[in-house]
């Protein structure tokens, strides 16, 4: 009697581990096969991001390539001034008054203004223009001034002219000529460290603004970093800019390059 007991016990006890064997093999497959089927939709949903990520790209370039084929490096917002494009001693545009008897190009002051306006809404109420427009005799004052300085620090003429157009543009190569730049608080690289600054290098290109001098490009534009001075080129121009990461005159390289093709 007792080996026949014994004997049930041992096959009730074999049929509850084949069971509960059984059982965590489902469950251990439910789980992973739930596991699998989650890390695959989600890399489904990546990878179509991916695709639809390229595809927007893909439109964006080709619809920057169209239009580069239509602009013209004569407009008049993408006119290029530097040590070796100057302005005309006559050329002065239609100018507005931005506040405070500071004038800015007629055709490009509402983007200027609208931009301040937004900057302000976002609490960011330290920012003010200290210099836009600046006529050519303005600016052959200012850097007479500068030579002046110099040469009663004990140089010569030409020492002092050479120092001076490190820190003061010559008359005919200030873009502040053309009514599309300005300088913004105290005209030093303090303005690198505000929160103003911060919100430019974000959205200035949707007001078609450009961080003009940037302090990778020194070696092109020939002019130091300067965070505090911002020009106009309309908003396709800067939003591209930004987009490639170039400076002004590399884009008119690359604008006039591709309508060479
Ligand atoms: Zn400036």
Redesign the pocket.
């Known amino acids: 009697m007792l080996v026949i007991k014994d004997k049930v016990k041992f096959t009730r006890g074999i049929i509850i581990i084949i069971t509960g064997f059984a059982l965590f093999i489902g469950v251990l497959y439910f789980c992973a096969s739930t596991v699998i089927s989650l890390f695959s939709k989600e890399g489904e949903e990546i990878l179509m991001n991916d695709i639809i990520e390229n595809n927007n790209v893909t439109e964006q370039t080709e619809q920057i390539s169209e239009n580069i084929s239509n602009y013209s490096i004569d407009e008049w917002n993408l006119k290029l001034v530097n040590k070796t494009y100057s302005v005309d001693k006559t050329y002065i545009p239609e100018l507005e008054e931005i506040s405070d008897e500071k004038m800015f190009d007629k055709r490009a002051i509402s983007y200027l203004k609208n931009m301040l306006e937004d900057i302000r809404k976002e609490n960011i109420t330290n920012i003010w223009v200290q210099?836009a427009y600046r006529s050519y005799e303005k600016q052959e004052e200012l850097f007479e001034n500068k030579v002046n300085y110099y040469i009663e620090q004990g140089k010569n003429q030409e020492e002092a002219e050479s120092l001076a157009q490190t820190i003061v543009q010559r008359p005919e190569m200030s873009e502040?000529n053309l009514g599309l730049?300005v300088?913004f608080n105290t005209v030093t690289n303090e303005f690198e460290k505000t929160k103003a600054f911060e919100w430019l290098q974000e959205n200035a290109q949707n007001y078609g603004f450009i961080l003009r001098y940037p302090k990778d490009k020194q070696d092109i534009t020939g002019i130091t970093y300067?965070s505090w001075?911002w020009r106009y080129v309309g908003i396709e121009h800067a939003k591209i800019i930004k987009q490639k990461g170039y400076c002004l005159e590399e884009y008119i390289k690359y604008l006039q390059e591709a309508q060479e093709v």
């Open positions: 210099s502040h730049a300088d300067e001075h």
